[in-house]
């Protein structure tokens, strides 16, 4: 079982930054695919982005391309979301979440973080 922990949330004027932490439990953090995901309020849960095991590989969804990166440190079992040039339409809950690749990841995770409130003020 993995257990997820995020952390770095808060408010941020718009084209400000934030970066989100996800730390994970469990020695086998570094075998798993990791995302991240936001539900604003009112809307259903959505994802953001994803990174393979070995960092290698990320997905973005397009929204978020070239503002947002992911990327993971498995020595630390964590992993990050830098978000850039944040926009109020970015205000949402960001979940982390990890799965058995980086393509299952996006559609189900087997373990959700309890999330972290990202506001953006205009």
């Known amino acids: 079982q993995v257990q997820l922990v995020e952390s770095g949330g808060g408010l941020v004027q718009a084209g400000g930054s934030l970066r989100l932490s996800c730390a994970a439990s469990?020695?086998?953090?570094?075998?798993?695919?990791m995302g991240w995901f936001r539900q604003a309020p009112g809307k259903e849960r959505e994802f953001v982005a994803a990174i393979s095991w070995s960092g290698v590989s990320t997905y973005y969804r397009d929204s978020v391309k070239g503002r947002f990166t992911i990327s993971r440190d498995n020595a630390k079992n964590t992993v990050y979301l830098q978000m850039n040039s944040l926009k109020p339409e970015d205000t949402a809950v960001y979940y982390c979440?990890?799965?058995?690749?980086?393509?299952?990841?996006?559609?189900?995770?087997?373990?959700w973080g309890q999330g972290t409130q990202v506001t953006v003020s205009s």
């Open positions: 979440a990890s799965g058995q690749s980086v393509v299952l990841v996006r559609v189900t995770p087997n373990y």
């Open positions: 469990g020695r086998t953090f570094s075998s798993y695919a």
